[in-house]
């Protein structure tokens, strides 16, 4: 199994980064994918999630309206939109499977990718 994040980078506060998600060694489209994120010295906290089918999505209250989840089953990938972004952004960014419905309890994902560094400058 192996999930590979990718995207992050340095960026001016009001700007934009897409993130992606590249999934494999599992059955990808039997899974809800999400995007959690780590700032220093904080706990990992929930940021959007999208069911197996594309068809609901979920965000936290933090990004909703800013950040967009998608995902492609058949290219096996899943991104995170990310625009307006503000310093309070900043953190390393998660991918992860759920098997089942797409939640936002970290500890019901399964597998986790190893993260993307996103650095919003002010």
């Known amino acids: 199994v192996q999930l590979q994040a990718s995207g992050g980078g340095l960026v001016q506060a009001g700007g934009s980064l897409r993130l992606a998600c590249e999934a494999s060694?599992?059955?990808?489209?039997?899974?809800?994918m999400g995007w959690f994120r780590q700032a220093s010295g904080k706990e990992r906290e929930f940021v959007a999630t999208v069911t197996w089918s594309g068809s609901s999505k979920y965000y936290a209250d933090s990004v909703n309206g800013r950040f967009t989840i998608s995902r492609d089953n058949a290219l096996r990938m899943v991104w995170l939109q990310m625009r307006n972004l503000e310093p309070e952004d900043t953190a390393t960014y998660y991918c992860?499977?759920?098997?089942?419905?797409?939640?936002?309890?970290?500890?019901?994902?399964?597998?986790w990718g190893q993260g993307t560094l996103v650095t919003v400058s002010s």
């Open positions: 060694g599992f059955a990808f489209g039997d899974y809800g």
């Open positions: 992860a499977a759920e098997k089942g419905p797409a939640t936002r309890y970290k500890d019901n994902y399964a597998y």
